[in-house]
């Protein structure tokens, strides 16, 4: 068999008719063309983050949201400049698919609904920033660390290693306290109680040195301790110290309470507790 009839036979099996859209023929030639039209893209998509990667690194750009939310637009934008080439590579005008799916897409877009809210929450977090990835936010009470996030959902890791699927639109519509959003500084506050008959002046002082012990420097705020409120059993006290690792906090405030524990035993001070006492009034006659 010689290369010209090989050729031939090549050319026959490219030429063959695999479907039609829109009145356009798609051959097994056009579809292969239009597949490495999109393989290549993904190619040409890495190689462009690689050089926006490094590019970050020699400006000393570390901020991971920041790098994770440019390489993703990036290879959003060329993926689409890429499936766009290859729609029109098969032959199909855009325009025409457009319209003659413009019924079809109305009726999925109300099936869609709440994927296309995603999907544009996701765009907006992702040009706002307001949340990125290591972030620790708190949503609903429960404290998160973003660990990716995507155009359709945001992936959180909990204090306990649990992971935690939240739609972006959820982000965007309801209300998120984002704890590292411009300063990683969060005030840790511990309340405590302590008897009417202890001298709230040692009080104080314990409890400020224990401030400052558990205090961080890296902090541009004060630790404080202040009188909190006169309870029913006790004489209530706030002690507040600053912390720039956010994620820490439960273990910070069970050190701080058991160095409490520790320093009230030392100064003779007596953590309060919930007491009621009965006085029985002689006068009073019982009736029988």
């Keep these: 068999m010689s290369w010209a009839t090989i050729l031939r036979d090549v050319r026959d099996i490219l030429k063959i008719e695999l479907f039609e859209i829109?009145?356009?023929?798609?051959?097994?030639?056009?579809?292969l063309t239009?597949?490495?039209?999109?393989?290549?893209?993904?190619?040409?998509?890495?190689?462009?983050?690689?050089?926006v990667e490094r590019a970050f690194m020699r400006r000393g750009v570390e901020d991971p949201g920041t790098r994770a939310v440019v390489l993703k637009l990036i290879h959003y934008a060329v993926m689409l400049i890429g499936i766009t080439s290859a729609i029109q590579t098969l032959g199909i005008?855009?325009?025409?698919?457009?319209?003659?799916?413009?019924?079809?897409?109305?009726?999925v877009g109300f099936a869609m609904q709440?994927?296309?809210?995603?999907?544009?929450?996701?765009?907006?977090?992702?040009?706002?920033r307001a949340i990125t990835p290591g972030d620790?936010?708190?949503?609903?009470?429960?404290?998160?660390?973003?660990?990716?996030?995507?155009?359709?959902?945001?992936?959180?890791?909990?204090?306990?290693?649990?992971?935690?699927?939240?739609?972006?639109?959820n982000l965007v519509q309801n209300r998120v306290?984002?704890?590292?959003?411009?300063?990683?500084?969060?005030?840790?506050?511990?309340?405590?109680?302590v008897a009417y008959e202890?001298?709230?002046?040692?009080?104080?002082?314990?409890?400020?040195?224990?401030?400052?012990r558990h205090h961080d420097a890296r902090s541009r705020n004060a630790p404080f301790v202040f009188l909190s409120d006169f309870g029913d059993s006790a004489v209530v006290f706030d002690l507040t110290v600053w912390t720039t690792d956010v994620w820490s906090t439960p273990r910070l405030r069970s050190a701080i309470r058991h160095e409490l524990w520790a320093a009230f035993k030392e100064e003779g001070i007596v953590i309060a507790f919930p007491q009621l006492d009965v006085h029985f009034d002689k006068g009073v006659r019982l009736a029988s």
């Design 22 to 31: 829109a009145g356009t023929s798609i051959t097994l030639a056009t579809a």
């Design 198 to 212: 202890s001298d709230l002046t040692v009080v104080q002082a314990t409890l400020e040195e224990v401030a400052r």
């Design 34 to 51: 239009a597949v490495a039209i999109v393989v290549f893209t993904n190619f040409f998509s890495r190689l462009i983050r690689k050089g």
């Design 93 to 107: 005008d855009l325009g025409a698919l457009f319209a003659a799916g413009a019924v079809f897409a109305v009726g």
């Design 177 to 193: 306290k984002n704890l590292t959003l411009d300063t990683p500084d969060v005030r840790v506050t511990v309340s405590v109680g």
């Design 136 to 169: 620790v936010i708190d949503v609903d009470g429960t404290m998160l660390r973003v660990k990716r996030m995507g155009i359709r959902s945001t992936v959180a890791v909990t204090l306990d290693g649990e992971d935690i699927l939240l739609p972006n639109s």
């Design 114 to 128: 709440t994927v296309m809210q995603n999907f544009v929450s996701g765009l907006i977090l992702m040009v706002e």
